[in-house]
T-cell receptor, first 117, second 117 residues
């Protein structure tokens, strides 16, 4: 089983460039989310989705866009990268929103390390 | 807002010994979930153990157990018979599952555990 797959694993951008971090899961999970992890800090929620066509903001959404056109995919877009967005990004998914609320368990990808110069 | 505090940035333990990682949290809720996640050097985060606040019995998963003190808002993780493969960053996390769709995991800053041979 592939689980949650993130691409690319590493990326270097210049300030102002745009890019998309890809996330795909093959577990038919309805709930998907993006977190960022910074040194000395825990993970912080950027955006999440409870199903295809439905997205919402987390605690640090500024500078990021998401869309959810299919159940499998949840890309994270940086429209104009800034050095403050240098971080490790994690995509995580769970079963239905109801199951997510019942169990709280997330399945994580391996992460994408982004550096913005 | 809920907060999660891990007061030990780094810890080390000898192989086969027992180690306890600390976690405290702040919430006004009565029902919630608590988690310990493990992030090995390969970076993929996995769930170690989960505790529902309404359960008085401490959760146990093989060599991993928790000491949940609800009144003290404390949730420590005990690893018995430590193994080299336990070397990882450990994150404590909190979730309120009753937010009607805007649930999220709130993470602590993590404790880096090194198991020495």
């Amino acid at each position: 089983n592939a689980g949650v797959t993130q691409t690319p694993k590493f990326q270097v951008l210049k300030t102002g460039q745009s890019m998309t971090l890809q996330c795909a899961q093959d577990m038919n999970h309805e709930y998907m989310s993006w977190y960022r992890q910074d040194p000395g800090m825990g993970l912080r929620l950027i955006h999440y989705s409870v199903g295809a066509g439905i997205t919402d903001q987390g605690e640090v959404p500024n500078g990021y866009n998401v869309s959810r056109s299919t159940t499998e995919d949840f890309p994270l877009r940086l429209l104009s990268a800034a050095p403050s967005q240098t971080s490790v990004y994690f995509c995580a998914s769970s079963y239905s929103p109801r199951d997510w609320r019942l169990t709280g368990e997330l399945f994580f990808g391996e992460g994408s390390r982004l550096t913005v110069l | 807002a809920q907060t999660v505090t891990q007061s030990q940035p780094e810890m080390s333990v000898q192989e086969a010994e027992t180690v306890t990682l600390s976690c405290t949290y702040d919430t006004s809720e009565n029902n919630y979930y608590l988690f310990w996640y493990k992030q090995p050097p390969s970076r993929q985060m996995i769930l170690v153990i989960r505790q529902e606040a309404y359960k008085q019995q401490n959760a146990t998963e093989n060599r991993f157990s928790v000491n949940f003190q609800k009144a003290a808002k404390s949730f420590s993780l005990k690893i018995s018979d430590s193994q080299l493969g336990d070397t990882a960053m450990y994150f404590c996390a909190f979730m309120n599952p009753f937010l009607g769709g805007s649930e999220k995991l709130v993470f602590g800053k993590g404790t880096k555990l090194t198991v020495n041979p």
